[in-house]
DNA sequence: ATATGCCTACCTTCTAATAGATAGAATAGA
DNA sequence: TCTATTCTATCTATTAGAAGGTAGGCATAT
């Protein structure tokens, strides 16, 4: 692994663990025993970092859909497979979303990194929006609004079940309202 | 209002809008014209204030959730003025809940936050799971858990609301998902 | 005269960031 | 092929400012 891929990597835990202004050059150089002017050298400010951190884990999530998309056909299914993502992130010693990490931070952020959150919302739920379209053809699904107005609420509830499972370290929290939330919409 | 009064309401303004991390004694001395030295007399250390704000949220919190009950008689009306606690305060320039703010936060705080950030996950789970039993039993609600577990999703998700309301500086999005969820477990 | 509330002045540590040196690898030209 | 140069990645050293916090003084009100 580069030197700048473990300095991504090792922001992305701290800022799935601390927040984005709860971390520190200082933080990442200790963990992977380099000095702060060398991470500066590879991301020369902490908002270069961070935007960095939120485009990889964009693409990976990206990825990941993709995936589910290729492995499974229900719609049902599909929507357990995406909520799956979110009890594997909680998984490692209760990692939050990355997004829902930096949407508490967003007012002390640049429009670059506001630009990658948004981006991500946008993401899951343009994804979510067509797989919620095809359970509602399919008769899989039920619910009375917009598959692009249940998706929003959909992403928004799953990130705020992570939140709730964070606050009481307790990943029961979180794979029971994921279920429940999935259960409300079906046919 | 008292000096002490004032910090604490300006502390709370500045967490709901930025997070624990992101605002310092110095941006409240600034906001209130007094000198931080003058804050560490009236709230020794950060954590106290931080825990300071937490206990008044709730106490006023639970006022509002005994206003509802004295207002209100359906279960379902309940539900909608619940929710409108957090549109209103989303109302003003886009304000979190200071217990979605912390609980990201929640790693880098010390336990006398921490025990007041669950408990307001409590006093809105119990007082939630109350209504929904209630609403259940009058079959204006419907739903497929308990109402304990009910409640955690719906606090949880209405989190996830404000959150994602945030994250596009668009109050509509937290309305709409209020209205959707609620929907979802009507009879 | 004593307690309250706020002040000035200071301290220490951390933070993000920069400048400049260095050692080694890669590359280009003779 | 040998040599000169440039690039890469790291280091040391330093900066300016902000952070949270403390000590002690000075009014005012009781």
């Known amino acids: 692994m580069t030197t700048s891929e473990q300095i991504m990597n090792t922001a992305t835990v701290l800022l799935q663990k601390h927040g984005f202004n709860a971390f520190s050059y200082s933080d990442i150089s200790k963990l992977i025993g380099i000095k ?3 991470i500066h050298y590879h991301y020369p400010s902490k908002y270069d970092l961070g935007k ?3 485009e990889k884990y964009r693409l990976m999530h990206k990825a990941a859909l993709k995936k589910i998309d290729a492995e499974s056909n229900s719609p049902l ?20 979303c990355p997004c829902g990490m930096l949407t508490t931070d967003i007012s002390t952020l640049p429009d670059s990194i506001k630009i990658e959150v948004q981006g991500f919302y946008i993401d ?13 053809e399919n008769e899989v699904l039920k ?10 609420t959909l992403f928004a509830s ?29 046919a």
């Open 158 to 186: 799953f990130e705020g079940a992570m939140l709730s499972a964070r606050a009481f370290e307790d990943k029961n929290r979180l794979t029971k309202s994921l279920k429940q939330i999935i259960k409300l919409i079906q």
């Open 77 to 96: 299914k599909k929507l357990q497979d995406f909520a799956d993502l979110f009890s594997c992130t909680m998984g490692i010693d209760y990692r939050m």
């Open 143 to 152: 619910f009375d609004m917009s598959p692009g107005d249940c998706a929003k």
């Open 36 to 38: 702060t002017a060398s």
């Open 124 to 136: 899951s739920e343009t994804w979510l929006a067509s797989t919620l379209k095809e359970g509602l």
């Open 52 to 54: 960095s951190v939120m």
